[in-house]
């Protein structure tokens, strides 16, 4: 089963509330949510306030992307908030084990993410215990850059070891995904696949979000 997951990153910020009831009508499974601190990726995106004021608005699955320095100090408070997984990255984190554990107390899915330059292997212990797994297909901190395809071996890779070992883990890819170029992640083995720029910008969201899952 493929799942669309709309990242809100490229929505217009002035009508969020609408943007998101026009993206689950049109189809979205989850909605991505994009945390940014300035420090682990260089941009600043939202944080709590805003997605607790959207749940509120929606029964999509929020899929919370932290792209945050030291995540294990917030994820508590963004369970909270209305979180239902919970994605860190591999690179921000000192514990991986432990957070990963944390998460799962909560009662959240549990899920973490390798930036283009971390090995597949970085992941491969925590496979067993993660809910997903976040593969970037571009370096993150920005919406609309283009797939770098090099991303794709590490999904294969861990593809694999998922199914050999018969592990509940998705795969999720990030990063400059459309209808043009979504069977080569899911041809190396992705299921769950954030659009951004090709969901929030088409004029067309439910076409868009159809053929994506064709
Ligand atoms: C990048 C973010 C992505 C991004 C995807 O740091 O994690 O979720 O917004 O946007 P598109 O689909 O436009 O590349
Ligand atoms: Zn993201």
Known sequence: MIYISPSLLAADFTKLGDEIKRIEDAGADYLHL?????VFVPNI???LPVIESLRAKSGLVFDVHLMITKPERY?????DAGADIITFHYEACEDPAALIKKI???NKKASISISPKTPADAVLPFLPELDMVLVMTVEPGFGGQSLIPETLEKVKIIRKVIDENGYNCNIQVDGGISEKNISLVTDAGANVIVAGTAV????DPKK???ELKQ
């Open 45 to 47: 995106s939202f944080g």
């Open 104 to 106: 799962k107390e909560l």
């Open 208 to 210: 868009t979000i159809s």
């Open 75 to 79: 994820v508590e408070r963004f369970a």
């Open 200 to 203: 929030f910008k088409s004029p």
């Open 34 to 38: 994009d945390v940014m601190d300035g």
